[in-house]
């Protein structure tokens, strides 16, 4: 039987999925909630603890107390100042021999999956364990990009892929030729809400959302939901368009249903 997989939990829908996944095969599973970022249902009825996100070393206790030896990082974690963070013994450690003011958020992550490492545990990534969920090339569902969508979705990737080298952000919003917004500290969805402010006359812009170069897999995968659909719709965009076999789409059944409701396109972008 497969070690007792622990989950270290933020906000959003993939901790839960990893969650019923290993009820579905019968796996134990313990779940660290971090605080200020995971959500109460994620921890509904499961062996769970909340811990603060600077407390290294009572996350690390914890883990060990519950005999975990593989884990997985999944969600969305808001990054806190160094002052709000208040890291304990082990995590100020850390940050001083990386400088954590000077590291993009998949630099810290990359750190912090070898940190765990060393620690001796064994780090997963959340498709290796959900391995359905990966975004396929080509459109979901009954829309695609028309032309007009398809020159504003390689406006986005030339944009995103900037972004990326820089380590600031997994997405940008396009409109027309025009860049709407890029997502850097706030994440996808304030992202969406945020240039639906802009929305223009005409079908509407398009979410571009890309893995950064070198990204730590095992850490921050970019990913879409129904959420993710819903969010675009309110803001009036006409279409999402993510990286093929490098996003992961969560509740893909109803991902696509909400976008065939909505009238919006969800296409896999090949860049591999």
């Known amino acids: 039987m497969a070690d007792r997989l622990g989950i270290v939990a933020g906000g959003g829908e993939l901790p839960r999925l990893l969650v019923e996944s290993c009820r579905e095969e019968g796996r134990e599973v313990f779940v660290l909630a971090l605080e200020g970022a995971a959500d109460a249902e994620t921890v509904a009825g499961v062996p769970h603890a909340w811990c603060r996100i600077g407390a290294a070393a009572t996350a690390l206790s914890l883990l060990r107390a519950q005999k975990v030896r593989e884990l997985v990082l999944a969600g969305s974690v808001p990054r806190p100042s160094l002052a709000s963070l208040r890291p304990d013994w082990r995590a100020a450690r ?17 750190a912090v999956v070898k940190e765990l490492e060393s620690e001796g545990f064994r780090v997963t990534g959340a498709h290796e364990l959900l391995e359905a969920a990966e975004m396929p090339q080509g459109p979901l569902g009954l829309f695609a990009p028309d032309a007009r969508a398809e020159a504003d979705i390689a406006l986005g990737v030339s944009v995103a892929k900037a972004l990326g080298k820089l380590d600031i952000g997994q997405a940008v919003v396009v409109a027309e030729g025009l860049v709407l917004g890029v997502e850097a500290v706030e994440g996808t969805d304030a992202l969406i809400r945020r240039c639906g402010a802009f929305s223009r006359e005409g079908p509407g812009g398009v979410l571009v959302k890309l893995e950064k170069p070198g990204q730590e897999r095992r850490a ?8 993710t659909v819903l969010a675009a719709a309110e803001a009036g965009l006409r279409g999402i368009a993510a990286e093929a076999g490098a996003t992961l789409v969560l509740r893909r059944k109803k991902v696509i249903e909400a976008a065939d409701k909505a009238g919006l396109f969800v296409f896999g972008v090949g860049l591999r």
Do not use: C, M, Q
Request: no cysteine; net charge positive.
């Open 220 to 227: 921050d995968r970019p990913t879409i939901g129904p959420k």
């Open 94 to 110: 850390l940050f001083a021999r990386l400088g954590f003011a000077a590291l993009g958020d998949n630099g810290l992550l990359s």
